[in-house]
C-alpha cells in the first residue's frame, strides 16, 4: 500500500548546529503534509505544516522544503536546542481522506 | 480549553479483562480520531468521527475494539477480552477540519 518512511532512524547533532530530518512518501494523491514532534510519554506535537501547492514554508527555527517531483519532504532545524530531542515524525493524507499515514519517526538526539 | 485531554494516562489490565479510555477534544472541534502507537512506530489510525458519526470504522484493529461519541462531545475507546497484543499508546485527536489536527498525551495500555 502507500506509505510514508523515514531516511534515517537516529541523528544526533551537537547543540547550535542545523539538523535535517528527511522523509520519503509514496503516495501521489498527497496534498497536505505535517511535521511532528515527540517527547517521551507525550503525545505528537505539531511542528509546521505545507500543502502541495507550496515547496517551503518558515516558521520559527523550522523549514519544511517539499519537493514533489521525488516525493521528498525535510524538516530543517535551525541552531539546534537540547530541547528539540525527541522523535520527529512525518505525516500525510490528502483531501480525499481524513486519516493521517505516519512514517516510523526519527530520533534526534541533541548533544552540549 | 487547555487542549485534548485523554484518561487515564495509563492503564495495566489483566488479559482478557475489558478497558474503556476517554477523549475530550478540543471543544470546537467537531472532528475526533482515535489512533494507536506501538514502540518505535509512527500512530496507526483507528478510527474517526465527524460530530457523532462513526464515518470510519474499518480500521479498528478487530471487532473487540469499538468507538463511541454519542453526544458529539467526547469520546470513548472500548477493547474488550484485552489480549497481549493489545498494549500499546492510544491517542485521541480532533481537528476543526481537514486541517488543524490536535493529539493528547495518550493512554498508555499494558495487558498481562
Known amino acids: 500500500g502507500e506509505s510514508v518512511g523515514l531516511h534515517l532512524p537516529t541523528l544526533s547533532v551537537q547543540e547550535g548546529d542545523n539538523s535535517i530530518i528527511n522523509c520519503a512518501y509514496s503516495?501521489?494523491?498527497?496534498?497536505?503534509f505535517i511535521w511532528y514532534k515527540q517527547e517521551s510519554g507525550k503525545g505528537p506535537q505539531f511542528i509546521i505544516d505545507?500543502?502541495?501547492?507550496?515547496d517551503k514554508r518558515q516558521g520559527q527555527r523550522v523549514t519544511v522544503l517539499l519537493n514533489k517531483t521525488v516525493k521528498h519532504l525535510s524538516l530543517q532545524i535551525a541552531a539546534t536546542q537540547p530541547g528539540d530531542s525527541a522523535v520527529y515524525f512525518c505525516a500525510e493524507n490528502s483531501q480525499a481522506g481524513y486519516a493521517l499515514n505516519f512514517g516510523k519517526g526519527t530520533s534526534l538526539l541533541v548533544t552540549p | 480549553d487547555t487542549g485534548v485531554s485523554q484518561d487515564p494516562r495509563h492503564k495495566i489490565t489483566k488479559r482478557g479483562q475489558n478497558v474503556t479510555f476517554r477523549c475530550d477534544p478540543i471543544?470546537?472541534?467537531?472532528?475526533l480520531y482515535w489512533y494507536r502507537q506501538t514502540l518505535g512506530q509512527g500512530p496507526e489510525f483507528l478510527t474517526y468521527?465527524?460530530?457523532?458519526?462513526?464515518?470510519?470504522k474499518s480500521r479498528l484493529l478487530s471487532d473487540r475494539f469499538s468507538a463511541e461519541r454519542p453526544k458529539g462531545s467526547f469520546s470513548t475507546l472500548e477493547i474488550q477480552r484485552t489480549e497481549q497484543g493489545d498494549s500499546a499508546m492510544y491517542l485521541c485527536?480532533?481537528?476543526?477540519?481537514?486541517?488543524?489536527?490536535?493529539f493528547g498525551s495518550g493512554t498508555r495500555l499494558t495487558v498481562v
Open positions: 468521527f465527524q460530530n457523532e458519526a462513526q464515518l470510519e
Open positions: 505545507i500543502r502541495s501547492n507550496m
Open positions: 471543544s470546537e472541534h467537531n472532528r
Open positions: 485527536a480532533s481537528s476543526p477540519g481537514f486541517h488543524g489536527y490536535t
Open positions: 503516495n501521489s494523491a498527497s496534498d497536505y
